[in-house]
């Protein structure tokens, strides 16, 4: 669930309505609420909720407390937001990618060496930031919990556009229901950034991934041989 820091700093193209002039004495400052929510987003990813500080978030978003309280309210509706920017912006990403994708095998097994490829930091893994909140909040904060519940639901609705795709385009077994495929992917990529964040190395990660493949792939020769 998942995505990378390259990913979503790729912002959309910015309209009139994301520049905005904060309430300030003497001359009016400008300031992209996009960027501004953008750096708030990298500080909650890397931190968590509880251990951002109202300090940490004016600095990264360069804003003072005024500014940010006009617009985006207080911290808990700013990573509200936050979790929002994410979650709409991987579903972008997936999309794109599914779109751009020469068969769902090759969707698949993009996104997973994506994944996997955290793995090759040498310093902070930041994981998923819908898994990390889930983890820190969800049980707490039913705000929150609904915020990922959304997010996770968007990025399983790819999932399954992409395995649907898979089963006409007979390279996805047909035999198997859509929604397990669908948990299954969701949990088993859920696992893998938690176990990289934990600090797996990539030679583990990558046997894991082609058995996820293969598990959800048609066998050409099961095939023939259903068919004699």
Known sequence: ????????KNLDKRTD????????????????IDRALEAATQQFWL?????????????KMSLSKSSLYQTFGNKHELFVRCLDHYQQTMVNVLNEQLNKSASIKQFLSDFLEDVISEAKTRG???GCFLVNTANELSQRDTGIAE???????NVANVFRCAIQRGKEQQ?????????????????????LRTMIKAGAEIKSLKPVINLMIHTISIDKSDERHASL
Not at 1 to 8: L, P
Not at 47 to 59: I, V
């Open 147 to 153: 915020a990922v519940s959304t997010g996770t639901a």
């Open 1 to 8: 669930m998942f995505i990378t820091d390259e990913s979503i």
């Open 17 to 32: 309505q994301s520049i905005i002039f904060p309430m300030t004495y003497g001359r009016p400052r400008e300031f992209d």
């Open 171 to 191: 390279e996805i077994s047909s035999t198997l229901p859509t929604e397990s495929l669908v948990d299954y992917l969701m949990i088993s990529v859920s696992g």
């Open 47 to 59: 931190t968590g909720y509880e251990a951002t500080s109202l300090h940490n978030l004016l600095q």
């Open 124 to 126: 902070i893994r930041k």
